[in-house]
C-alpha cells in the first residue's frame, strides 16, 4: 500500500470514528495504524483545514467534531437482517444531520426507496451505498450486482427490450411485484432529485432538473455485467418539498397517484419517425391506470397521421375515462393531434 492510500485509510477512519472518540480520536487512531498520535494529528490538522472536522476547546479538553463536509462510503452483504431503515440509521443519516428538513426528506426518501428496491428486486448478494455531502451538493449512489432492473422488468413484464422496460418505467406505477409494490419508488425518486440516473446493461437512463427532457444514453455498465447503479444528486440549496411534487402528480383526489407525463421523445429508437400504430400502442401501454396522462411532446419535430389517430382518436374514444392532454407541441405535431381530436369529436 502507498503513503497515499494509507494516508487516505487514516482520515477516513478518523472521520469515521470521531464522533464516538471525540476527545481522544488521536490515541484511538494511533492505536489502529501503530503509528504516534502526533502523526494522527496532522492528519487531523488536515481535515480541519478541508472542512471535514471542527474544533473546540484547547489543550486537554478538546474535542473533535464532524464538519460540513461529511461521506460515508461501504459495502454490505444483502442477508436477511439487512434492511433500508437499520443501515440509514445506523451508518448513513450523519451525513445529513444539520441540512435543511425539505434536504433531509429527500435525500431519507431516495435512499430507503432504492436501497428497498436492491432489497425486494435485484436478487444480488451485495450492495454499495455511497453518500457525499460537499459544499453545493449531496450525492447518493446505490449499485447492487443482481440481474439488472432493465433486464427484470422485461423479462417478468414480457417486453421487447430493455428500452421499453425503462420507458414503461418513466410511467411510473411499473412493479414486478404488485402486492408488495405500487410501483411509485422509482418514478417519484427521479422527480424529488436535481439529477437522478439509473444504469444498467448498457443502457442509462437520465432525469436532469434544468433540462425540459429526459435521456436515454449509453451505459458506464457493459450490457454483459450484472447489476444496477442509481445515482442521485441535489443542491444544498434547493427549496424542493417533497409533498409538492407528490401534489403535481396527483389529480382531484389529492391522496391518489392518478396523473403521469409520458416524454414523447423516449419512444423514438435512433433517428427513426413516430408515424406507425404500433408506436402508439407501445407508448399507450399501462396508462389505464392512470386518469390523467400528459403526453409531452418536447423534443418531437413531427408525427404522423396514424401515430396521433390511434392515440387521440382510437384510444380515446376506447376510454373516456382517461383525460389525454398533449403539451410543447411544435406546429407539424399539432396540426395532426388536432386533426385526430377533431375525426373523434365528428364520430
Not at 404488485?178 to 439509473?198: A, K, L, Q, Y
Amino acid at each position: 500500500m502507498s503513503n497515499k492510500e494509507r494516508g487516505e485509510r487514516i482520515r477516513r477512519q478518523i472521520l469515521r470514528d470521531v464522533r464516538h472518540h471525540p476527545i481522544d480520536i488521536a490515541k484511538h487512531i494511533a492505536a489502529i495504524f501503530s503509528i504516534t498520535p502526533q502523526a494522527v494529528n496532522s492528519h487531523i490538522k488536515r481535515l480541519e483545514t478541508e472542512g471535514w472536522l471542527k474544533s473546540s476547546g484547547t489543550g486537554k479538553g478538546k474535542r473533535y467534531f464532524l464538519g460540513d463536509l461529511r461521506e460515508y462510503k461501504s459495502q454490505f452483504p444483502l442477508t436477511e437482517e439487512f434492511t433500508e431503515d437499520g443501515v440509514w440509521r445506523n451508518h448513513y443519516a450523519f451525513v445529513f444531520d444539520g441540512l435543511p428538513e425539505n434536504i433531509v426528506d429527500i435525500c431519507h426518501y431516495g435512499f430507503t426507496e432504492m436501497v428497498n428496491n436492491v432489497i425486494d428486486h435485484s436478487g444480488g448478494k451485495h450492495i454499495y451505498l455511497s453518500a457525499v455531502r460537499d459544499k453545493e451538493k449531496i450525492v447518493i449512489i446505490v449499485i447492487d450486482d443482481g440481474e439488472g432492473i432493465f433486464s427484470k422488468i422485461k423479462r417478468l413484464c414480457d417486453l421487447s427490450d430493455e428500452r421499453q422496460a425503462l420507458f414503461e418505467l418513466s410511467k411510473g406505477k411499473l412493479t414486478t411485484d404488485p402486492d408488495n409494490h405500487t410501483g411509485e419508488g422509482i418514478f417519484f425518486t427521479s422527480r424529488v432529485f436535481d439529477e437522478f440516473e439509473i444504469e444498467s446493461g448498457g443502457i442509462r437512463f437520465s432525469h436532469d432538473d434544468t433540462f425540459d427532457f429526459d435521456f436515454i444514453l449509453e451505459s458506464h455498465i457493459s450490457r454483459d455485467e450484472d447489476g444496477t447503479a442509481v445515482y442521485m444528486l441535489i443542491k444544498r440549496d434547493s427549496t424542493r418539498q417533497i409533498q409538492s411534487v407528490f401534489d403535481d402528480y396527483a389529480g382531484p383526489d389529492e391522496f391518489q397517484f392518478n396523473k403521469t407525463v409520458i416524454p414523447v421523445r423516449l419512444a423514438q429508437y435512433g433517428n427513426e419517425k413516430l408515424v406507425s400504430r404500433s408506436q402508439a400502442k407501445r407508448l399507450l401501454a399501462r396508462i389505464e391506470r392512470f386518469q390523467y396522462v400528459i403526453f409531452d411532446f418536447e423534443g418531437v419535430a413531427a408525427i404522423g397521421q396514424a401515430f396521433a389517430d390511434e392515440i387521440f382518436r382510437v384510444y380515446a374514444q376506447a376510454h373516456p375515462e382517461i383525460t389525454l392532454l398533449p403539451d410543447k407541441m411544435e406546429p407539424n405535431v399539432e396540426k395532426m393531434v388536432s386533426r385526430a381530436i377533431a375525426s373523434k369529436a365528428a364520430n
